[in-house]
């Protein structure tokens, strides 16, 4: 169980946190729920509905899609972000690696401290944007590196 001091710091070192007051973040970090996963655990599936975001408070989660590794999460790391705006499906699946401990934010709770706060929509459009921006450059990366292959003879 987190003490509310290790909580403020957790959140506060999010990056869609990190600009807001610390009298909002302390509330938004009280009303977290804190969730254990064990070693091997699907935290959630790929195609499934979502409407939390979760921090990884310790342990490493491993997100991936169709079999392929998209990122390795650790200690304050954030995922599930993108379900709580579009009310898509989840886009990739996330397994817990190691015991894996996270604070779990719901679409609701979101809502309403955006309600109060909306600074912390601007935050969570620039991690989106940052995110998008570093798909596309790897994407850009790997499309050259296939195009300046030297043909076989």
């Known amino acids: 169980m987190l003490t509310s001091i290790d909580r403020l710091l957790l959140v506060r070192g999010v990056p869609i946190f990190k600009e807001l007051r610390d009298d909002f973040l302390v509330r938004l970090a009280s009303i977290m729920n804190e ?85 912390i929509a601007v935050n969570i459009i620039r991690l989106l944007s940052r995110r998008i921006r570093s798909q596309n450059i790897k994407l850009n990366e790997l499309k050259a590196a296939t195009t300046t292959l030297p043909a076989k003879n």
């Open 35 to 119: 969730v254990s996963y064990p070693p091997g655990k699907i935290i959630f599936l790929e195609g499934q509905e979502g409407r939390s975001l979760y921090i990884v408070v310790a342990g490493q989660v491993r997100v991936h899609s169709k079999g392929q590794e998209l990122a390795l999460l650790e200690k304050g790391s954030c995922f599930g972000e993108m379900s709580l705006f579009d009310a898509e499906p989840r886009s990739a699946s996330v397994t817990a690696i190691s015991g894996c401990d996270c604070l779990v934010l719901t679409q609701q709770q979101l809502y309403e401290a955006i309600d109060e706060t909306p600074d």
